[in-house]
């Protein structure tokens, strides 16, 4: 069966540090991978898609950039965060268009 | 304008106490609609896919519906494990990002005792 991971689980960082968040998938090849990103009273906002290694597509302009080294990993990262920064952090993957996506259990990132 | 709407935000039900929850959604095709759990401090847990109107899924207790311009999400005679935000998205038929869910802002369950 397939699993997702993410860490860390929390994060408390002080505006102008940087962010490395990390997700890894389990159990399956070559998936599309996801970036969102959760803020309160708001829906989950899409961030960044990657399909292939190397292959990252972004949603939405931020201080905030992704990669994708190899093929189940997926970093979400920031030279200098923000306070709006601040919110709760959800990787997911799927299979391909039309499929539903799995996520993982999330980072929560609060910054100072 | 949001192209995915949940109502209500909040509803409160006792145990047993039958309802829906509703999705509308404004997008010029749809791929399909999602319906996902989440836990408080927790990710969204997959429910449903539904693709076309007419369709209709069950799990237990819950049974999401889909017509052209929304979709129900019917909890019969909930408990309080029924509890957690339901998450609504769509994901739309062409477009830039062919991969990308829109979320609605979910609504609150709570059952009580």
């Known amino acids: 069966s397939q699993t997702i ?56 302009p931020q201080n905030l950039s992704a990669s994708r080294p190899q093929d189940r990993q997926f970093i979400l990262s920031s030279k200098k965060l923000l306070l709006s920064d601040s919110g709760f952090y959800l990787c997911a993957w799927d299979r391909g268009l039309r499929d539903e996506q799995y996520f993982g259990p999330g980072t929560r990132l609060t910054v100072t | 304008e949001d192209q995915v709407t949940q109502s209500p935000e909040a509803l409160r039900l006792q145990e047993g106490e039958s309802s829906s929850l509703n ?14 759990r989440q836990d408080p401090g927790k990710g969204p847990e ?53 991969y990308k869910l829109t979320f609605g802002k979910g609504t609150l369950l709570t059952v009580n005792p």
């Open chain 1, 5 to 60: 991971h993410q860490w860390p689980a929390t994060l408390v960082q002080p505006v102008g540090s940087p962010l490395s968040l990390e997700c890894t998938v389990e159990g399956t090849s070559n998936p599309n991978l996801y970036w969102y990103r959760q803020a309160a009273g708001r829906g989950l906002q899409l961030l960044f898609y990657s399909v292939g290694i190397g292959q990252i597509s972004s949603e939405v």
């Open chain 2, 23 to 36: 999705c509308s959604y404004t997008v010029s095709g749809l791929r399909g609609l999602f319906w996902y």
């Open chain 2, 46 to 98: 997959f429910l449903f896919t539904l693709y076309s109107a007419g369709e209709e899924k069950e799990k237990e207790r819950l049974k999401a519906t889909l017509t052209k311009k929304e979709s129900f999400l019917h909890i019969t005679a909930p408990k309080p494990e029924d509890s957690a935000t339901y998450l609504c998205a769509v994901q739309e038929v062409g477009g830039g990002s062919n």
